[in-house]
């Protein structure tokens, strides 16, 4: 399994970005993918996941109703499309994929990780 994520960068406070994550290597029906983040010297934490297998999107409390995770299962894609964005987000973010019989909420259930991507928020 391979994921490839893209989309970071430098961003004021209240701006929005998009982060990608394509997923290559496995048939895609048979993996959940999400977000995760990481902050230098704090755990990795979760951010959101698309659950296939129950149709549903699962998020952190801490960027509910300011970023919205989507797949285009087409293009074995899955999207993070980040608004609002506060300080607080700034980290590293990774994608993740994890077996679709789980919802993907802990760094311990993934079994694949993509290269992280930087995001930085200015205040």
């Known amino acids: 399994v391979q994921l490839q994520a893209s989309g970071g960068g430098l961003v004021q406070a209240g701006d929005s970005l998009r982060l990608s994550c394509v997923f290559s290597?496995?048939?895609?029906?048979?993996?959940?993918l999400g977000w995760f983040r990481q902050v230098s010297g704090k755990e990795r934490e979760f951010v959101a996941t698309v659950s296939r297998r129950l149709g549903t999107t699962y998020y952190a409390d801490s960027v509910k109703g300011r970023f919205t995770a989507s797949v285009d299962y087409a293009a074995n894609t899955i999207y993070l499309h980040m608004n609002d964005l506060k300080a607080d987000d700034t980290a590293v973010y990774y994608c993740?994929?994890?077996?679709?019989?789980?919802?993907?909420?802990?760094?311990?259930?993934?079994?694949?990780w993509g290269k992280g991507t930087q995001v930085t928020v200015s205040s």
């Open positions: 290597g496995r048939p895609f029906t048979q993996y959940t």
């Open positions: 993740a994929a994890a077996s679709n019989a789980v919802i993907l909420t802990h760094p311990a259930q993934v079994i694949a």
